[in-house]
């Protein structure tokens, strides 16, 4: 590994954890209930597309933690453990959440595509271009 690649994590890293402290000030500076990381993603993008934070100052460490990512799991399987009792007795419930919203996520992400499909080729029509 070179100074220079070396340089361009501890960059991509800093500037990961300052979005992840913005983020955590507008959350709890604003009155809603919203996940901080989250946020801090959306932001991450929009800088991203607009060019303000430049790929190549983000892509070393986005790619060592995508590789160790299975770490990052640790934590929520010691939760499981730790909250167990709990699950198990709320199972019933849990599920037909997980599977409620799943399928209502994807009715309403289906109806959506949908929608943007006939906006799209409706607009094509007006111009006078084939659908596609």
């Not at 000030?25 to 009155?31: A, D, H, M, T």
């Not at 453990?81 to 599920?95: Q, R, S």
Request: with cysteine; glycine share 4%; aromatic share 10%.
């Amino acid at each position: 590994m070179t100074k220079k690649d070396i340089a361009l994590q501890t960059l991509g890293f800093g500037i990961l954890i300052i979005l992840q402290f913005i983020s955590n000030v507008i959350i709890n500076i604003l009155p809603i209930k919203f996940p901080a990381p989250i946020l801090g993603m959306v932001i991450f993008v929009i800088l991203l597309q607009a060019k303000i934070i430049k790929e190549e100052w983000v892509k070393n460490i986005c790619e060592l933690l995508l590789k160790h990512m299975a770490l990052l799991f640790i934590p929520l399987f010691v939760g499981i453990i730790v909250y167990f009792d709990l699950i198990k007795t709320n199972i019933l419930p849990i599920l037909l959440a997980i599977f409620l919203i799943t399928t209502l996520i994807m009715v309403f992400t289906a109806l959506f595509v949908e929608t943007i499909i006939k906006f799209t080729r409706l607009s094509r029509m007006k111009k006078g271009t084939k659908n596609v």
